[in-house]
Nanobody
């Protein structure tokens, strides 16, 4: 069993930056692929970024490429999402996702989800 807790959300002006973190419980964190998803009001949840268990492979939605960076620290059981050049359309609740298989995370079918953290990009 893995429990995920997101943090770092908040209100930021367009063009600003935020760093989201997802802390995971459990000793097997290093064996899980991790991902970030987001859901804006009235919209379906969408993929944002993912990282393999080793950190060797990263994946991004086209809408965030070049602006967001996903990373992980297996020693601290955390995965981070550095978000730069934020836009109003990045406003959403951001969720952390984990699974033993990268494909499951990429498809949004990872076994474990956090409760989410709100990001609001507004002037």
């Amino acid at each position: 069993q893995v429990q995920l807790v997101e943090s770092g959300g908040g209100l930021v002006q367009p063009g600003g930056s935020l760093r989201l973190s997802c802390a995971a419980s459990g000793r097997t964190f290093s064996s899980y692929a991790m991902g970030w998803f987001r859901q804006a009001p009235g919209k379906e949840r969408e993929f944002v970024a993912a990282i393999s268990w080793s950190g060797a492979s990263t994946y991004y939605a086209d809408s965030v490429k070049g602006r967001f960076t996903i990373s992980r620290d297996n020693a601290k059981n955390t995965v981070n999402l550095q978000m730069n050049s934020l836009k109003p359309e990045d406003t959403a609740v951001y969720y952390c996702n984990a699974d033993g298989h990268t494909e499951e995370v990429l498809d949004g079918r990872g076994a474990y989800w956090g409760q989410g953290t709100q990001v609001i990009v507004s002037s």
